[in-house]
């Protein structure tokens, strides 16, 4: 499976960005899909996930309420909607795929994408 990432931009507090991860090579719905955050001299954590065969999602409390994954079964890609950005959503976002259940640690993913960088001025 190759990951494709692509949207991330420099915006203002308070705007909004869409990211979105397009999967090749492979059945993506078999697939959790998931997107991280890394922040310079921080550890790459996870900010939203969505299960395989469409089995629902989760968030990092810090983006809850804000951000929204979702699927487009269609075109094989993910979405990570994210809206009301604040500076501290500053990072290297990047979308990893997984065939486990409900994967949540960088190691449990096997398939990553390239970052693509969110900046967001106060």
């Known amino acids: 499976v190759q990951l494709q990432a692509s949207g991330g931009g420099l915006v203002q507090a308070g705007d909004s960005l869409r990211l979105s991860c397009a999967g090749s090579?492979?059945?993506?719905?078999?697939?959790?899909v998931a997107w991280f955050r890394q922040a310079p001299g921080k550890e790459r954590k996870l900010v939203a996930r969505?299960?395989?065969?469409?089995?629902?999602?989760s968030y990092a409390d810090s983006v809850k309420g804000r951000f929204t994954i979702a699927r487009d079964n269609a075109e094989n890609t993910v979405y990570l909607q994210m809206n009301s950005l604040k500076p501290e959503d500053t990072a290297v976002y990047y979308c990893a795929a997984s065939s486990r259940v409900y994967p949540s640690r960088p190691y449990e993913f096997e398939y990553w994408g390239q970052g693509t960088q969110v900046t967001v001025s106060s």
């Open positions: 969505i299960n395989r065969n469409n089995g629902g999602t």
């Open positions: 090579g492979g059945t993506f719905t078999t697939y959790a």
